[in-house]
């Protein structure tokens, strides 16, 4: 697609290696470095999370107290759920990935505001720092949704937790703001609305969540900190408050938040798709489209949320029939997907096991939504272990297999190394097979009508508890694999070559890693992203 | 609605306790299938794609597909139809599992940090044990007394938050005699996992020879009413009666007549006066190695017959 390509001439200077000590990455205002930053820091966030989730799972594997406290379980149960969601899957795809190769699929030098960029990182880690003080001085127990009034009533450190996830939601807001301004103003000479790679099309949706949505939780958490620090009577009833408005502000966010999450992913998938089957995407302009309509119906579905919170019943329908048009743009991307594969040229490398793993699991997570929008099953599985295991697949089965995907797709663009097949391969394998085998058991015990954030349980539910406790082991030993393969990668990996797999976008025609420009010459663009012929 | 059936996955749901509970499972039974057959397509689709258009060599010619208007339409047209019959079919569903009955058996309930408490309109009440007759219409009025909770009976396949500051309501009628649980599905803290109650369904008449017994309590001796009032209130989800084990609070047995350590204090009797302090602002005296804050405050909701009627019973713990 592109007439510009940087044949490194003679110089062996790239991002990693344009200056050196930390004191110049904690400074640089490079996208590149930025992404990597967010890469280290997001990595350490997730093994937090990730041991918390496999000490939750030990303590389940029985009835009754197994590890942990009925107090500390509900405190491990909250930062497992904050850490992941804040710190985890709504920074991992835009800040590693959308931060890294947004400038390069448009053929910019940089984002739009660089120092912007940088603040937002310093957002998050501040946030971040603040929110893990809490272990220290009293450990939040109200969950990651802080409802009031429990939110209101607990000793717990629940103000500064609430600062801090609105810190990190500044962070998420800048980082918007930046993409949207990138996407408009810096594309290069000739790349067109329409020529932009479909992972920028769902960066772009996604930074016009957070940048419309975030605000109304920043708004949200401040109001339950003014409620904590001065008793105004904002949510609790007994100060003439209403504990169920908090929860329209709430999900106000937090719906369009499960977007932000997911978009990034479904960009991902269409290029991995496009690369591995070296074909064009089918239905470039549905897909595009299909992202922004997600975007604009998901400000308007949050009452499914709360179908049970006493709203009214004719708000549960209207938000049951907005909840159902959700489900449309996402079944036109999975078809869209695996119509692009007909008459392809398959090639099943890791990142494309990634794909056909998201394909597989996030078809599970968006059939049992369908399921969860009917509001008289809803009912039956609200706050039961058959949402957990729903978000888990969207989240984790569709997310976190993305991010996988994704990061071993740009490895070899990012580290200028190739990494271990096999051992990516067999990161693939434990993961999939302990994903499902951690969380589709969970389904059958959210219909027997195991609810969720519970310490102990019935015996009806304990061996599919039990096996869902192992599962959780074989998802670690993936991942252990996984970090193994990148360890391994980038200290004995063979040199990557500019362009490994033969895809078509603007990044694999500059040098691998890339200069700290991005290309040696501006790029100039004729055709679209996926000229595979 | 016969092949519903076979796919109701009908070991996995709990009993069906209520004709509603039936409608549900089959709409439930009807996406299952329509689900499987829809996700069995797409993965089917993209495992033959796999291996028919596996990779041969480097230079294979792939086709340029650029999109087909005509498919793009039915396959966003068809699930829509189908997104929209289930919505309509749920909302029939709803309609009824809202519609508050005319005439119901009206029954009080109160969510706290940890119990239920159920108020009928004779004055009988009952803690964590909500009595019901079957085939009669009960509708629950509902309120908490401090944070939310949610009402859940899994084999009815109703639930309903229970908030503080305003009545919330659900209604079912059982059809089938037996004992079902209760749970409390709205996260409430610590022991949220322990608000457990037992729905009886019974006879009319096994129901009306209960309310009879329960309004008799007035006459019985005061250990027995204390027991009673243990029970309707609670107390036993934290305090243990008949060991020496730890719960969320100290156990009670065998406590009358010892003395008590607490935090930043010189040891007390365990006399009527420290209990009826324990009992009415249980914050004034921590007991060692316990948290401050946990037990909520019974000032104003006990009345001083009540309150003996504990205190006796307390003392019978040995």
Known sequence: MATAAAHGHGSDKNYLNESSGLWSWLTTLDHKRIGIMYFISVLIFFLLGGIMALLLRIELMYPGQTIMSADTYNQVMTYHGSIMVFMVIIPGIPAILGNFFLPLHIGAKDVAFPRLNLLSWYCLMAGALLAFTTLITHKVDTGWTFYTPYSIKTGTSVTTMVVAA???????????????????????????????????????????????????????????????AFGVGIFDPALGGDPVLFQHFFWFYSHPAVYIMILPAMGVISELITTFSRKVIFGYTAIAYSSLGIAGVSFFVWGHHMFVSGQSTIAGIVFS??????????????????????????????????AMGFMFLFGIGGVTGIMLAVIPINVHFHDTYFVVAHFHYVMVGGTLMAIMGGFYYWFPKMFGKMYNEMT?????????????????????????????????????????????????????????????????????????????????????????????????????????????? | MMWFNLAQAQSFMPTEGTKIATQVDNLYGFLLVASLISFLILMGGMTFFVFKYKRRTNKDKTGYITHNTFLEFLWSFIPLVIFLGVFAWGWLIYHEMRSMPKDALEVHVFGKQWAWEFEYKSGVKAGNLLVVPVNKDVKLIMTSKDVIHSFYIPSFRIKQDVIPGRYTALWFNADKLGEYHVFCAEFCGTQHSGMLATLKVVPQAEYEAWLEDESQVGSLPLAKRGEKLFAV???????????????????????????????????????????????????????????????PAFQGQLNETELNALIEYVKTLK
């Not at chain 1, 449309?328 to 692009?340: C, E, G, R």
């Not at chain 1, 040199?495 to 790029?523: C, I, Q, R, Y």
């Not at chain 2, 036993?236 to 010892?258: E, I, Q, Y």
């Open chain 1, 166 to 228: 609105f810190i990190m939601g500044v962070s998420s807001i800048l980082t918007g703001l930046n993409f949207i301004a990138t996407v408009h103003k810096l594309r290069a000479p000739g790349m067109t609305m329409y020529r932009i790679p479909l992972f920028v099309w769902a960066i772009y949706s996604t930074a016009i969540l957070q940048v419309l949505a975030t605000p109304v939780l920043g708004i949200t958490l401040l109001l339950l900190s003014v409620e904590r």
């Open chain 1, 424 to 533: 990516a391969r067999l990161s693939f394998v434990f993961i999939f097979i302990g994903f499902n085998v951690t969380f589709f058991p969970q389904f059958i015990l959210g219909a027997m009508g195991m609810p969720r954030r519970y310490f102990d349980y019935i015996p009806a539910y304990y061996s599919l508890n039990a096996i869902s406790t192992v599962g959780s082991w074989l998802i670690a030993i993936g991942f252990l694999i996984a970090l193994y393969t990148i360890i391994n990668g980038l200290t004995k990996g063979e040199k990557a070559p500019m362009n490994p797999w033969g895809s078509k976008t603007l990044e694999w025609t500059t040098s691998s890693p890339p200069p700290h420009s991005n290309f040696d010459v501006e790029p100039v663009i004729t055709a679209g992203p996926y000229e595979y012929r």
């Open chain 2, 233 to 295: 209130k609670a107390c036993a989800s934290c305090h243990s009666v008949a060991d020496a084990a730890t719960k969320v609070g100290p156990t009670l047995w065998k406590k009358f007549g010892t003395k008590e350590s607490i935090e930043g204090m010189v040891d007390v009797d365990v006399d009527e006066n420290y209990l009826r302090e324990s009992i009415l602002n249980p914050n004034a005296k921590i007991v060692k190695g316990f948290p401050k804050g946990v037990m």
């Open chain 1, 321 to 354: 029939f907005l909840t159902m048009l959700v489900g449309v743009p996402t079944a036109i991307k999975m078809f869209n997907w695996i119509a692009t594969m007909y008459k392809g040229s398959i090639q099943m490398q890791s990142p494309m096991l990634f």
